[in-house]
């Protein structure tokens, strides 16, 4: 059960972060309120995404990548 808690609060944590992320990139909260912390029987964290507008996904990719080339510097 512990394994279990531990992974929970892993996705709930992974989840949260995203969420900043998102909110820091000003993407509203009604873009990913599909999104929810999940975790398999063995305790293994998940994230699930649920649908994401198209255009939040591109801002997205666009945070990724420009996070990419500052970080080749």
Do not use: K
């Not at 198209?54 to 997205?60: P, S």
């Amino acid at each position: 059960m512990q394994t279990w808690r531990d992974g929970h609060t892993r996705a709930t944590d992974a989840a949260e972060s995203l969420r900043a992320a998102l909110a820091a990139l000003g993407v509203p909260d009604t873009a990913w309120s599909g999104m929810r912390p999940t975790v398999t029987y063995n305790g293994l964290p998940y994230v699930h995404l649920g649908m994401l507008p198209a255009d939040v996904v591109e801002q997205m990719a666009e945070a990724v990548r420009a996070a990419v080339r500052t970080s080749a510097r």
